[in-house]
Antibody
Framework: QLQLQESGPGLVKPSETLSLTCTVSGGSISSSSYYWGWIRQPPGKGLEWIGTIYFSGSTYYNPSLKSRVTISVDTSKNQFSLKVTSVTAADTAVYFC??????????????????WGQGTTVTVSS | DIVMTQSPDSLAVSLGERATINCKSSQSVLYKSNNKKYLAWYQQKPGQPPKLLIYWASTRESGVPDRFSGSGSGTDFTLTISSLQAEDVAVYYCQQYYSTPLTFGGGTKVEIK
């Protein structure tokens, strides 16, 4: 059974860089049938898509965060990672990683995010 | 960007009664080449990640009870819980995967009356 697990510091200082890793177990991140994504949820608020990555390294980012976000993949470790630079209190949130079914030939997602990590809370504070 | 608007923000329904949640997209999420609607519904309980309930607007994810159903056109969608159970208390989100940026509705909180 596929599982995703987020890891990283729970506290980040303003203006610094937030770094998180999602470890995939029970399956391969190198499958051509999936993109892998990051989603965040500020306290008491809704869900915001941050970006997604394919095993090849192809990425898509939310334009609202694009200038500060980098998502990368390490297929040898079955992991993908998120970096958000110049963080402020507005970046305080629960950060989730998730799997997105994808059809390579049509270039479209094939359903919703079907497997999620439990989420990790990141607080931006000095 | 496709804006997803959910209504109501919250609703209280008696046990065993029907709950209906609406979701409207600012542009069509119907992909004409395959006639599929790129719309998903999630359930999120406190302290948990979202759980995928429905995709392609009306296809239930494996293991999801059949009291959950989805319907809709290219821009207007509905999630229906036919007979509300205590374990259905949660926040429900719609999400479009037609184009990036992927976007979610603001959520609808379902409670017991």
């Amino acid at each position: 059974q596929l599982q995703l697990q987020e890891s990283g510091p729970g506290l980040v200082k303003p203006s610094e860089t937030l770094s998180l890793t999602c470890t995939v177990s029970g399956g391969s991140i190198s499958s051509s049938s999936y993109y892998w994504g990051w989603i965040r949820q500020p306290p008491g608020k809704g869900l915001e898509w941050i970006g997604t990555i394919y095993f090849s390294g192809s990425t898509y980012y939310n334009p609202s965060l694009k200038s500060r976000v980098t998502i990368s993949v390490d297929t040898s470790k079955n992991q993908f990672s998120l970096k958000v630079t110049s963080v402020t209190a507005a970046d305080t949130a629960v950060y989730f990683c998730a799997r997105l079914p994808y059809d390579f030939w049509s270039g479209t997602y094939q359903g919703g995010m079907d497997v999620w990590g439990q989420g990790t809370t990141v607080t931006v504070s000095s | 960007d496709i804006v997803m608007t959910q209504s109501p923000d919250s609703l209280a329904v008696s046990l065993g009664e029907r709950a209906t949640i609406n979701c409207k997209s600012s542009q069509s999420v119907l992909y004409k080449s395959n006639n599929k609607k790129y719309l998903a519904w999630y359930q999120q309980k406190p302290g948990q990640p979202p759980k995928l309930l429905i995709y392609w607007a009306s296809t239930r994810e494996s293991g999801v009870p059949d009291r959950f159903s989805g319907s809709g056109s290219g821009t207007d969608f509905t999630l229906t819980i036919s007979s509300l159970q205590a374990e259905d208390v949660a926040v429900y989100y719609c999400q479009q995967y037609y184009s990036t940026p992927l976007t979610f509705g603001g959520g609808t909180k379902v409670e017991i009356k």
